[in-house]
């Protein structure tokens, strides 16, 4: 590991760390009440007036990037993919995982969710092949060779076994499916949102990304009041829509996208990995979740899957 990169490394740890609380945190919210739709509008509202703090108040050492706080793109297709990453990696994302921790314990989400590494190298090899354009050059190289295919069958094999675990309801099969669909509108947007960092920088891109994602959950908001008003002057419901919003969104967003310029979107998405360890930590002590054998077993294997997978990435720039 290069030395000058070593910090970009830490700061990836730090924000996965916060992410992997972000599980029994939002479970602690849909327990108290609120719509998982909701939760997101609050999250990503109160993250979305953060960022423009910081960006009428922050230098713009680049010229070529332009201010952070201007409006626009350079180009409507960069527009258009700043609205696909703000869907994909924003209202989609999290309304799939919001909604499968009301079905699912956090623990059993945030292991499926963590397959997201695998899914991006498979995107990667894909798009590799068939576009040959900015996006395809800052990608990082991946051999598909049989590390990445054995990974692929362990990772796929331990989700089964948590899809099919009889030790459970019924009802969380439901919750497993969309934790897996949050993992591949995450593998999606890991894919683009370097580039687009690299080239208007993190302040810019992450706001873009907070607009469009609040704009992509308005169809999904609850007709009425998504929970009573009497829910909110609860420590436990402010404090951590506040940690949601200003600490693990406003926060590791702009962090997480500069860390993925950095880093490449494989060596980046990687430390997805280490999710579900401070999420099963987290939820032991605050949810009193425990996973069952057959989960146990199948979180194992997905991890092993992933990290094995993911010893064929080389980067593809210096």
């Known amino acids: ?62 010229p070529d990037r332009g201010s952070p706080a201007r409006l626009w793109s350079h180009y409507r297709r960069d527009e258009l993919m700043f609205a696909f990453l703000g869907l994909i990696g924003g209202s989609f994302y999290f309304l799939t995982e919001n909604t499968a921790l009301a079905h699912t314990q956090a623990s059993n989400t945030s292991f499926l969710v963590c397959s997201s590494p695998l899914w ?12 040959h354009d900015r996006f395809a050059d800052a990608m990082e190289r ?62 810019f891109a992450t706001r873009k990304v907070f607009f469009y994602g609040l ?50 979107n494989i060596s980046a998405v990687n430390y997805v990995y280490l999710n579900p360890v401070f999420t099963l930590i987290s939820a032991t002590i605050i949810l009193g979740e425990h996973l069952t054998p057959t989960a146990a077993i199948g979180s194992a294997m997905i991890l092993g899957g992933v990290i094995l997978a993911s010893q064929r990435g080389r980067p593809a720039r210096n």
């Open 1 to 62: 590991m290069s030395t000058s990169r070593l910090p970009w490394h830490l700061l990836a740890f730090a924000v996965v760390a916060v992410w992997g609380v972000t599980f029994v945190s939002t479970k602690v919210l849909i327990s108290a009440g609120l719509h998982p739709a909701g939760i997101f509008l609050i999250r990503f509202s109160l993250a979305y007036a953060g960022i423009w703090v910081l960006a009428l108040l922050s230098r713009h050492p680049r």
């Open 120 to 131: 991006t190298i498979l995107f990667s090899l894909i798009y590799r092949r068939v576009r």
């Open 142 to 203: 991946v051999d598909s060779g049989w590390l990445l295919a054995l990974g692929t069958l362990l990772a796929l094999g331990g989700m089964a076994l948590m899809l099919f675990d009889g030790q459970r309801v019924q009802v969380s099969l439901r919750g497993d499916l969309l934790a897996i669909g949050a993992a591949l509108c995450w593998a999606l947007y890991s894919l683009f949102i370097g580039r687009m960092t690299d080239e208007y920088g993190p302040l």
């Open 215 to 264: 704009l992509g959950i308005l169809p999904f908001l609850p007709y009425g009041e998504f929970a009573q008003p009497a829910v909110f002057c609860r420590p436990e419901v402010w404090g951590n829509l506040l940690f949601l919003g200003l600490c693990a969104s406003l926060a590791c967003f702009v962090a997480w996208n500069e860390v993925t310029a950095r880093l490449g």
